[in-house]
């Protein structure tokens, strides 16, 4: 089990890293660290590899808003139900169910604002259970998924030291 | 008026500027090196220690502190250190020092008098022969052995003559080599200690990084607590160098010597690294296990590796250091270094600099980040082929 979490770190850190130095790390063989990893697949505890980008440089165009979802359940229809419909769209990045306020928190992206308040308008706000959105729109990213945007600091450490 | 080169001190002219010297120059003046030279955390302090700094100084405290330390920062130390069963009394056997090195020095001046021999096992940390010198004391060095994972044995010391030390200096985890020592390795030293009876500086500020098993002061071994003054401090364990912040634990008699010298010399440590440090023992220890893990990591993808290109590199357990052999056909570690740096631009420290015996191999600190770790031994992997087919 600690041997899965430890691996769990070392792809979060770097998921592009080779099965060789992810084995180094953890002190086993290849082959180990190659079946920990499918059992992890298999499991669904991983599911998928990613790249973290920054858009602002990537030199396309890109918007994200945040957008907060109020629904009104009924006996027929739950939380699962609206969140199977809401995740089928390819412009839903992320989709959660939250405490507080209002009921799911979703991250949609587009190539522009009217983009993505065209599809919030057009397609998640008329769903019948929505009551309510509130769209927040993005307007710099300054750290994603644990990395941080901005130029890191300098390493100012003697070069060599006793 | 005199050149103020014959001005100096005896003791000045006779103080070798230290082996690193030349390999810190090296990398100084090259760009894109990739330094495993690095002797202290690539971490920053923990974030709850800086903000205690910060704290300290919005509150106004800039004045000193007693010469001892803060109390309540020795009441900290004092319970902090029964992790490793060290009882300690804050009043009377614990003084906090300007980094580990000042009480390394407080101690060699307060029992090493001219002509006094102490024991220091090669290969070693660079500032202990020269701090027995500056006490006028004699190094007998004592040459540990690769064969033995450059671990302290019975024999080594005897061999050494160390039997006619006033002290003998202990370093584990050690810096070069990042050997440990067992309870059962040390249960040896201190047979021979008692027997000669010598005292011990034990400098144990690596305790906190020990991957395979838990650290062991040799103060807590029968007969030690009262000829053994223990050194550590926060540099390491908490990444804090620049606070420069260390501690001493020891016999009253011992301590109240030291502090005597200290309040002269120094008067008291950085106010505001003891609010720090007092935050580190607070509420750290989280932070510091997960350094320990990264170095962890780093410290078993760096031995394989080397491992692996055919450089012998034994299991090194503490510290974040690990100390290979130059590769087959090079016998001569600093000409290795130097080849390195300057044809691959890899600055690493050849271990002929820490003592004769660490001559052929190399001191390789893993304190960088993994992408850092991974270039350079794809680097000196480089290096290594290279000069094989050549």
């Known amino acids: 089990m600690e041997a899965k979490r430890e691996l769990l770190d070392l792809l979060l850190s770097d998921a592009r890293q080779s099965t060789e130095d992810i084995a180094r790390q953890l002190g086993t063989d290849a082959a180990t660290a190659e079946n920990l990893i499918d059992e992890l697949e298999s499991e669904g505890a991983i599911r998928g590899y990613q790249a973290v980008v920054d858009w602002d440089r990537a030199d396309e165009d890109h918007v994200r808003a945040e957008v907060e979802l109020n629904v009104e359940l009924d006996r027929e229809t739950g939380y699962e139900e609206i969140a199977r419909r809401i995740a089928k769209y390819p412009e839903v990045s992320s989709l959660r169910l939250i405490s507080g306020s209002y009921d799911f928190a979703v991250d949609v992206e587009g190539e522009s604002m009217h983009d993505v308040s065209r599809f919030v308008s057009e397609q998640i706000a008329p769903i019948p259970e929505v009551t309510q959105t509130v769209t927040h729109f993005v307007m710099t990213t300054y750290k994603e ?11 100012d450490r003697l070069a060599v030291s006793p | 008026m005199t050149e103020l080169t014959d001005r100096l001190s005896e003791r000045a002219r006779d103080t070798p500027p230290s082996g690193i ?10 760009d894109d090196i990739v330094s495993l030279g690095v002797g202290e955390p690539d971490f920053s302090a923990p974030w709850a220690a800086r903000t205690a700094a910060i704290d300290s100084l919005e509150r106004g405290r800039t004045s000193y502190t007693a010469n001892r330390g ?28 300007t980094g580990a090195s000042e009480a390394v020095d407080l101690a060699m001046r307060a029992l090493v008098d001219p002509g006094d021999a102490v024991a220091v096992p090669q290969p070693s940390y660079i500032s202990y022969g020269p701090t027995v010198s500056f006490s006028g004391g004699d190094v007998i060095s004592v040459e540990t052995h690769a064969e033995n994972d450059f671990v302290l044995t019975y024999e080594d010391l005897e061999r050494s003559g160390a039997a006619d030390a ?4 202990l ?54 607590r009262e000829r053994t003054v223990v050194f550590n401090g926060f540099s390491k364990a908490y990444a804090m160098t620049g606070m420069r912040l260390g501690y001493a634990l020891g016999p009253a008699e011992v301590i109240d010597a030291m502090n005597r010298i200290h309040q002269y010399t120094m008067l008291s440590a950085p106010t505001t690294a003891q609010f720090a440090a007092l935050e580190a023992l607070e509420s750290c220890d989280g932070a510091v296990e997960e350094m320990r893990q990264e170095f962890d990591r780093r410290r078993q993808f760096v031995i394989s590796r080397f491992n692996e290109i055919g450089m012998d590199c034994f299991e090194a357990k503490g510290a974040f250091y690990v100390f290979p052999k130059c ?64």
């Open chain 1, 145 to 155: 998924r644990g990395v941080y945007f901005g130029d890191g600091d300098d390493d």
């Open chain 2, 21 to 30: 010297r030349r390999f810190f120059e090296l990398a100084e003046e090259m």
């Open chain 2, 70 to 97: 803060r109390r309540d920062l020795r009441e900290r130390i004092a319970s902090h250190v029964t992790r490793y069963d060290l009882s300690y009394d804050p009043d009377e056997e614990i003084l906090v020092t």
């Open chain 2, 166 to 169: 006033e002290a003998l200096v």
């Open chain 2, 171 to 224: 370093c584990y985890p050690n810096n070069p080599t990042g050997a440990v020592m067992t309870r059962e390795e040390l249960a040896e030293v201190a047979e021979f200690v008692r027997e000669h009876d010598l005292l011990v500086l034990s400098d144990e500020i690596y305790a906190a990084l020990r991957y395979e098993d838990e650290h062991v002061s040799i103060a807590t071994l029968p007969g030690m």
């Open chain 2, 327 to 390: 590769p087959p056909g090079w016998e001569d570690d600093e000409a290795f270094a130097e080849a390195l740096i300057r044809e691959e631009r890899v600055a690493l420290v050849p271990g002929r600099v820490f003592g004769e015996s660490g001559e052929g191999h190399l001191r390789v600190s893993y304190a960088s980040g993994m992408s850092e770790l991974k270039t350079a031994m794809d680097r000196i992997e480089s290096f290594v082929t290279e000069r094989n087919r050549g």
